[in-house]
């Protein structure tokens, strides 16, 4: 274990520093910031490169919060924006949710969050209509991260600004399972999993209407929002109580292809910061979590079937505007032949093979295929055995 240890008031000292700012407004996410900044002292075994990354992240955060609370004094228009009808893609991760979300982003119709927006959602200063300098800041993190972790490149198209998950919103408030890709907390995660998540989504849609905001004085002229994020299977009451008129798209794969993979992503996003990144360990925490988020949502799915559409991996991959086809069907919106040209031309840049292979294997994370097949049985009989 590092030497050090990460103390939560002289982080809260720093984001005063750098934002200028010298109170909250809203303290309602102090007591999950302070039981995860004990977790990350007394559970993740971080070692001096983990103390340091987590206390810069944990940093940014908080100055981010102060620094979007100066934005609403000066613009209180912000929370006037309304976030009509939003297209969220979820699915357990590695069921091809990125390719599906980035291709449909091209769309210029539709608005997505980009990477530096999602990490840094408020602005650092006004001209960040002419020269935004969180464009820079992110490039130089993905870099970091990819620099710290090379495999990871194989396994995540990681880019600053193309479309990702607006999981990273949710952690402005620290209630996202942001906290557990970069460290192994199980005790954190079970304990915030049971919490009540609304004042986190209340937190997303009051960032998505400063994200549209920003865009709209960028020259975009607004619309609906494409997001994206395997969180949602967790909530999806919460979700929808939120966003009352989304509808979601479902991804489906068999698991023997998902938690495996999963598992290696969150061990070579832990193992870097810590002194010991048990993988089994790690694996099967996430695959309990993503378990029970399954069940979570099909339950929630017995009553409310009409606002969800499914895809399957393989169909996205051989049959790509088909599937498309399906998704505009299910929203109601036209898809043109601009869109479809949009797309295309995505996918041409974007295609896999232009990525290392990830290679891992079942065994090394504790794994067996009759094991996965036994976890995950509900949801294999409902979508895979179909």
Same mark, same amino acid.
């Given at each position: 274990?590092?030497?050090?240890?990460?103390?939560a008031?002289?982080?809260?000292q720093?984001?005063?520093?750098?934002s200028?700012a010298?109170?909250?407004?809203d303290?309602?996410?102090?007591?999950?910031?302070?039981r995860?900044?004990?977790?990350?002292?007394?559970?993740?075994?971080?070692?001096?490169?983990?103390?340091?990354?987590?206390?810069?992240?944990?940093?940014?955060?908080?100055?981010?919060?102060?620094?979007?609370q100066?934005?609403?004094?000066?613009?209180?228009?912000i929370?006037?924006e309304?976030?009509?009808?939003?297209?969220?893609?979820?699915?357990?991760?590695?069921?091809?949710t990125?390719?599906?979300?980035r291709?449909?982003?091209?769309?210029s @119709?539709?608005?997505?969050?980009?990477?530096?927006?999602?990490? /840094? *959602?408020?602005? +650092?200063?006004?001209? =960040? &209509?002419e020269?935004?300098?969180?464009?820079?800041?992110?490039?130089?993190?993905v870099?970091?991260?990819?620099?710290?972790?090379?495999?990871?490149?194989a396994?995540?198209p990681?880019?600053?600004?193309?479309?990702?998950?607006?999981?990273?919103?949710?952690?402005?408030?620290?209630?996202?399972?942001?906290?557990?890709?970069?460290?192994h907390?199980?005790?954190?995660?079970?304990?915030?999993y049971?919490?009540?998540?609304?004042?986190?989504?209340?937190d997303l849609?009051r960032l998505?209407?400063?994200?549209?905001?920003?865009?709209?004085?960028?020259?975009?002229?607004?619309? @609906?929002?494409?997001?994206?994020?395997?969180?949602?299977?967790? /909530? *999806?009451?919460? +979700?929808?109580?939120t =966003? &009352?008129?989304?509808?979601?798209?479902q991804?489906?794969?068999?698991?023997?292809?998902?938690?495996?993979?999963?598992?290696?992503?969150i061990h070579?996003?832990?193992?870097?910061?810590?002194?010991?990144?048990?993988?089994?360990?790690?694996?099967?925490?996430?695959?309990?979590?993503w378990?029970?988020?399954?069940d979570?949502?099909?339950t929630?799915?017995?009553?409310?079937?009409?606002r969800?559409?499914?895809?399957?991996?393989?169909?996205?991959?051989?049959?790509?505007?088909?599937?498309?086809?399906?998704?505009?069907?299910?929203?109601?919106?036209?898809?043109?032949?601009?869109?479809?040209?949009?797309?295309?031309?995505?996918?041409?840049?974007?295609?896999?093979?232009?990525?290392?292979?990830h290679?891992?294997?079942?065994?090394?994370f504790?794994f067996?295929?009759a094991g996965i097949?036994?976890?995950?049985?509900?949801y294999?009989?409902?979508y895979?055995?179909?």
């Amino acid at each position: 274990m590092s030497q050090q240890s990460i103390n939560a008031e002289q982080i809260v000292q720093s984001a005063f520093a750098a934002s200028g700012a010298q109170a909250f407004n809203d303290l309602g996410f102090m007591p999950i910031y302070e039981r995860y900044v004990d977790a990350l002292n007394s559970e993740a075994n971080l070692n001096d490169a983990g103390v340091a990354f987590h206390q810069t992240r944990l940093a940014d955060i908080l100055a981010n919060r102060l620094r979007l609370q100066d934005w609403l004094i000066r613009h209180p228009e912000i929370l006037e924006e309304q976030i009509q009808a939003p297209i969220v893609v979820v699915g357990l991760p590695r069921t091809g949710t990125t390719m599906l979300h980035r291709t449909i982003a091209s769309d210029s @119709r539709l608005m997505a969050p980009l990477w530096f927006e999602v990490r /840094y *959602p408020v602005p +650092l200063a006004e001209t =960040f &209509r002419e020269r935004d300098e969180r464009i820079d800041i992110a490039r130089a993190e993905v870099a970091a991260i990819l620099d710290a972790a090379p495999e990871l490149a194989a396994i995540h198209p990681f880019d600053a600004v193309a479309p990702d998950e607006e999981i990273m919103l949710l952690e402005q408030s620290f209630m996202s399972t942001v906290a557990e890709s970069w460290a192994h907390l199980p005790e954190f995660g079970r304990w915030l999993y049971q919490q009540d998540q609304q004042y986190g989504y209340d937190d997303l849609k009051r960032l998505l209407q400063f994200l549209q905001w920003q865009k709209k004085q960028c020259g975009h002229p607004g619309g @609906r929002w494409l997001l994206k994020t395997p969180h949602h299977l967790h /909530y *999806p009451q919460t +979700l929808f109580h939120t =966003f &009352r008129d989304a509808s979601v798209i479902q991804t489906h794969r068999h698991p023997r292809h998902v938690i495996p993979s999963y598992a290696s992503m969150i061990h070579a996003l832990i193992a870097p910061y810590s002194n010991c990144a048990d993988k089994v360990a790690i694996a099967a925490h996430w695959a309990d979590k993503w378990r029970r988020g399954l069940d979570t949502t099909a339950t929630f799915r017995e009553s409310d079937q009409g606002r969800y559409c499914d895809l399957w991996f393989e169909d996205t991959v051989t049959q790509p505007e088909r599937e498309i086809t399906k998704v505009y069907d299910f929203i109601g919106s036209e898809l043109t032949e601009e869109a479809l040209a949009e797309m295309r031309q995505w996918r041409e840049l974007n295609q896999r093979e232009n990525r290392p292979e990830h290679h891992y294997t079942l065994e090394e994370f504790g794994f067996s295929d009759a094991g996965i097949c036994k976890q995950f049985s509900n949801y294999i009989s409902r979508y895979i055995e179909r």
